[in-house]
């Protein structure tokens, strides 16, 4: 029996930790459940083998939610992505010792000009009079709302677009929560609206539509897919 006992030691332990993770997905599916039906989306997965997942639309615009796992040194995220390429690139992130790091060394990010912003958020990308354009009123004011939420100012948020898509990311710990995460949706799909918007006002010249499948998009004059 002696011998046996760490054997049956490990068994006991490997028989609580999958049915944590299991119960851990279901719950979490649950969450997305009770937000797809709020938002008009569907939701796959929730298994022990595969985390949920949940598709929804934006204005005729696909988006996926889906969570990220983490390592020693990112933390589990939640990802949600818009099928909707940009025609620059824009990332959003918050300040942190990284980004002061990058700054002694000569790296230069972009500023919005709105020093509520500014001091908690970085923007890079480009163009960068694109970027700084983007950021008109309406799309400042969905950020700050972010912030206000606790969301726009914590470590794991981000934003990253360009040609492929627009993808926004927070800390898992919201799918804890349905009402925060109905919350979280509902200003990210603001978020979206008015970056929409801001860009739209950024063509110049005429536009012409162009069909990629499930969706359209407007080029300026003279660029190509």
């Known amino acids: 029996m002696g011998?046996?006992?760490?054997?049956?030691?490990?068994?006991?332990?490997?028989a609580g930790a999958i049915a944590f993770h299991s119960n851990e997905r279901k719950r979490h599916r649950i969450t997305l459940e009770d937000v797809a039906r709020r938002h008009k989306g569907v939701v796959t997965g929730g298994t022990l083998w595969q985390r949920a997942s949940m598709f929804f639309e934006v204005d005729g615009l696909p988006a996926r939610l889906t969570y990220q796992p983490g390592n020693q040194h990112v933390p589990p995220r939640l990802a949600i992505r818009f099928d909707w390429p940009m025609r620059g690139r824009l990332r959003v992130i918050p300040q942190g010792v990284g980004t002061k790091l990058r700054r002694l060394f000569g790296a230069q990010d972009i500023v919005i000009g709105d020093p509520?912003?500014?001091?908690?958020l970085v923007f890079q990308g480009g163009p960068d009079?694109?970027?700084?354009?983007?950021?008109?009123?309406?799309?400042?004011?969905?950020?700050?709302?972010?912030?206000?939420?606790?969301?726009?100012?914590?470590?794991?948020?981000?934003?990253?677009?360009?040609?492929?898509?627009?993808?926004?990311?927070?800390?898992?710990?919201?799918?804890e929560n349905s009402g925060r995460l109905q919350h979280l949706?509902?200003?990210?799909?603001?978020?979206?609206?008015?970056?929409?918007?801001?860009?739209?006002?950024?063509?110049a010249g005429r536009e012409s539509p162009v069909d990629l499948g499930h969706h359209r998009v407007r080029l300026l004059p003279g660029q190509h897919v």
């Open 185 to 203: 949706i509902s200003e990210i799909r603001r978020f979206l609206r008015a970056l929409r918007e801001c860009e739209g006002r950024r063509i």
């Open 129 to 175: 009079e694109w970027v700084r354009g983007l950021f008109g009123a309406p799309l400042r004011e969905r950020l700050k709302r972010l912030i206000r939420m606790g969301i726009g100012s914590e470590r794991h948020f981000n934003v990253e677009g360009g040609p492929t898509g627009l993808t926004v990311r927070v800390g898992a710990d919201v799918l």
């Open 116 to 120: 509520e912003l500014d001091g908690v």
């Open 3 to 14: 011998a046996l006992f760490p054997l049956l030691t490990l068994l006991a332990f490997l």
